[in-house]
């Protein structure tokens, strides 16, 4: 009940294009989900976070979709760039233990020109 | 602002070592997380410590594995004696006061590698 799933493993897309990640959560207790962006080599960095309240939070060329029925949340990187070629975690926590976070497994991203 | 520091960067060592992996967090911050990462169980918490105590170790491999924070400034993650198993790459990360979980300050991490 604990798990984050997420797909897909690994993601191929042309430059321009839209890239999007899934993520899938069973515990309705979670009620922070923050994404984070990893480059080889590098720790992972937050990237954007969403709370239930919301159905869609937007930074950028980066959207992160939430269905609190389905209890998944997405994703979305619009205008996709090679510069966007990272490993991507979408993570969960409660506010009653905001100390630990769960990840999910990661999505590497390849974006191709 | 420096950042979360950790050191060494590599780690070669062989079967039966002591391991000492550092971390420095950034300045202010009273949470630190070690998290260890592999291709086939992810990102996985170790330990975590608020204002240097530690708060749960329930993540620690076992009894080979400890963490010590001495203070606000310093914390060193030991495997003794090392296993090829424990090869993997450690991240320290922190967090600020008041901050929501998600806002985890990492570094660049500490690759070990344990022949």
């Known amino acids: 009940q604990q798990q984050v799933k997420q797909s897909p493993q690994s993601l191929i897309v042309q430059k321009g294009g839209i890239s999007i990640i899934n993520c899938a959560y069973e515990?309705?207790?979670?009620?922070?989900f923050p994404w984070y962006q990893q480059f080889p080599g590098k720790g992972p960095a937050l990237l954007i976070a969403?709370?239930?309240?919301?159905s869609e939070k937007k930074e950028g060329r980066f959207t992160i979709s939430f269905n609190k029925s389905a209890k998944q949340f997405s994703l979305h990187i619009m205008d996709s760039q090679p510069g966007d070629s990272a490993t991507y975690f979408c993570?969960?926590?409660?506010?009653?233990?905001?100390?630990?976070?769960?990840f999910g497994t990661g999505t590497r991203l390849q974006v191709f020109p | 602002d420096a950042g979360v520091i950790q050191s060494p960067r590599h780690e070669v060592t062989e079967m039966g070592q002591e391991v000492t992996l550092r971390c420095k967090p950034i300045?202010?911050?009273?949470?630190l997380f070690w998290y260890r990462q592999t291709m086939m169980r992810g990102l996985e918490l170790l330990i975590y410590?608020?204002?240097?105590?530690?708060?749960?170790d329930s993540g620690m491999p076992e009894d080979r594995f400890s963490a010590k924070m001495p203070n606000a400034s310093f914390s060193t993650l030991k495997i003794q004696p090392s296993e090829p198993r424990d090869s993997a790459v450690y991240f320290c990360?922190?967090?600020?006061?008041?901050?929501?979980?998600?806002?985890?300050?990492f570094g660049e991490g500490s690759r070990l590698t344990v022949l």
């Open positions: 990360a922190s967090r600020a006061s008041g901050r929501g979980a998600g806002e985890l300050f």
């Open positions: 515990n309705t207790a979670f009620d922070y």
């Open positions: 969403i709370r239930p309240d919301v």
């Open positions: 993570a969960a926590s409660w506010t009653y233990n905001t100390d630990k976070l769960i």
């Open positions: 300045s202010g911050h009273n949470s």
């Open positions: 410590f608020n204002n240097n105590v530690p708060i749960d």
